[in-house]
């Protein structure tokens, strides 16, 4: 039981830390990204490059797409110009999985205690690349829990039997990662975990896959949720949202053999097999349907209007 709460803490741990990252950067530059989200819309291609780079700044797609359905909410921007934006979130939100993979272990200590100390200095910039760089802390003391209790973890019964469930089946795989990523708000919090157990050795790489294409599904819930009360259009970029990675997930289900077997030739850790992989997911994604962004829109039109 101790090591569950210990575990549960450390999810919570790593929620903490993406948040706070993503408020240190969003105060340092929030008028900025809003700017550039109307402006460089204006075609599906730049819609992409800055949902990408914004996404990969603000360490979270849920808060770019969060503020894309805030602007088209207010009518500062249409339903069309998100789809690009959606594209390209998908795509910079897997700075976040590469990151996760590097060893900074030593590191860890020396940049909690300097990001506390920044905190508590009373400058708003300050205190938020504090919040920065205690988040970044706080991530990684996370991602080394996940991997230090995995093994502990296959002691209870039930944590053993659902890891033989999701090894003998990509179908629950995918969606235990969905259901998971719905519950703690994080598709990037669930790949860390799977990464953890893939780590200790007690997850197949075809089963983490799986979850991670699971996680790309649950992490739609947000938008659904912030697109409440928000007029059609910003319910409308919520759609597109989850039929983005319905459809890209159920595009990659046949390729997770493939990539399965193609993943020692790209890494030789098994977690940055992984995250090399969502890299490969996400961006393959998104290219596929910028050809068609035009007509993608239109069907979310037909189906939701």
């Known amino acids: 039981m101790l090591f569950l709460l210990l575990f549960i803490f450390c ?3 790593f929620i903490f830390g993406m948040n706070i990252i993503r408020i240190g ?3 340092i530059s929030a008028d900025k990204l809003k700017t550039w989200l109307i402006k460089l819309t204006n075609t599906p291609f730049k819609g992409m490059l800055t949902g990408t780079f914004i996404t990969a700044l603000l360490q979270s797609s849920t808060a770019v797409m ?3 359905i805030g602007l088209i909410s207010a009518r500062i921007m249409t339903f069309p110009q998100s789809i690009g934006i959606i594209l390209g979130t998908n795509i910079g939100t897997t700075f976040k999985t590469e990151l996760i993979t590097f060893d900074i272990d030593a590191a860890i200590p020396p940049l909690a205690i300097i990001g506390a100390v920044l905190l508590c200095i009373h400058n ?3 205190r938020s690349i504090g919040m920065l760089i205690l988040g970044i802390a706080s991530v990684f003391t996370a991602m080394k829990g996940f991997e230090f209790l995995a ?3 296959t002691s209870l019964p039930f944590i053993h039997r659902s890891l033989l469930s999701l090894n003998d089946s990509i179908f629950m795989s995918i969606l235990t990662g969905a259901v998971m990523t719905t519950i703690i708000q994080s598709s990037t919090a669930m790949t860390g975990i799977a990464m953890g157990f893939l ?3 007690l997850l197949k790489l075809d089963a983490g896959i799986a979850i991670m294409l699971g996680a790309n599904i649950g992490t739609c819930i947000t938008a659904i949720i912030a697109s409440i009360g928000g007029g059609q259009e910003a319910k409308l970029a919520a759609y597109a949202h989850v039929w983005l990675n319905v459809i890209g997930v159920l595009l990659f289900i046949p390729l997770i053999p493939t990539l399965t077997a193609l993943a020692p030739q790209i890494a030789n850790h098994k977690d940055v097999q992984l995250a090399h992989i969502s890299v490969i997911f996400n961006v393959v994604t998104s290219l596929i349907f910028l050809p068609f962004a035009t ?5 979310i039109l037909f189906l939701h209007k």
């Open 11 to 13: 999810i919570l741990l």
């Open 25 to 27: 950067l969003f105060n």
């Open 66 to 68: 969060v503020i894309t």
């Open 124 to 126: 708003k910039k300050v």
């Open 151 to 153: 093994q502990p973890l």
């Open 199 to 201: 780590t200790a050795g």
């Open 295 to 299: 007509r993608f829109g239109k069907m």
